[in-house]
């Protein structure tokens, strides 16, 4: 008998009951001749949470290999994008879980299901290259007019560095004094040993 699990969610626990999704999802099941492996639902969680309690225990238990399929009551109930989602059917696919949404009436064991998250998967593709043409053509665009890309660069006064830790200051005390990160402090001290007839101060990037 095939593994189900059963996911269903509710944006807010005033009012909104995940009863209905999981009754309709039990009868899909029941349909199906599967057994329940477990219900995990959230309640009162919003759907742009990409991290929630009930959806961590699921993936958790599907790596696991204590579930066969995935069943939910639609695709917005699961995953807060379509990026997700083809993420997770990603993972099911490897793990060899099926998954099915009932709303939407795709279930991956068909190949009907399949050609469907075929196109998702290119959808999602299509939408990753968009942000990253946006992404290049900002940074052409800011380069063009001159301005600075990447972290903003500081000012370290690599002698009173020196001082601190002939004191016996930490790396993480010295940064913590100057208000820079420890990072920038020890990038600060290794400029200056390459560099000790530099001035008292040494420009490095922030940390």
């Given amino acids: 008998m095939k593994r189900a699990a059963i996911y269903a969610r509710v944006s807010t626990s005033n009012g909104q009951n995940p009863g209905m999704q999981l009754e309709e999802i039990h009868k ?29 225990r699921l993936l958790r238990d599907c790596h696991r ?11 917005d109930r699961f995953a807060r994008s379509l990026r997700q989602l083809v993420n997770a059917l990603e993972e099911f696919r490897a793990l060899g879980i ?15 299901g399949r050609l469907v998250f075929g196109i998702f998967a290119s959808i999602a593709e299509f939408e990753r290259e968009l942000i990253r043409d946006r992404i ?4 052409a ?6 301005k600075r890309l990447g972290r903003p660069r500081v000012v370290v006064d690599s002698h009173r560095i020196a001082a601190l830790r002939r004191a016996g200051a930490s790396w993480a005390k010295i940064g913590e004094t100057l208000g820079v990160g420890e990072g920038t402090v020890r990038r600060a001290a290794q400029q200056s040993a390459k560099n000790p007839s530099a001035g008292g101060s040494v420009t490095s990037c922030q940390a």
């Fill in 136 to 139: 290049r053509s900002g940074l």
């Fill in 65 to 75: 290999r204590l579930v066969d399929a995935v069943v939910v009551y639609r695709y």
């Fill in 141 to 146: 665009s800011a380069k063009a007019k001159g």
């Fill in 98 to 112: 099926e998954f099915v949404s009932l709303h939407e009436g795709v279930d991956t064991s068909t190949p009907n």
């Fill in 28 to 56: 899909y099941c029941e349909s199906r001749g599967w057994g329940i492996a477990g219900e995990y639902v959230d309640t009162g969680i919003s759907g742009a949470k990409e991290r929630r309690p009930a959806l961590d």
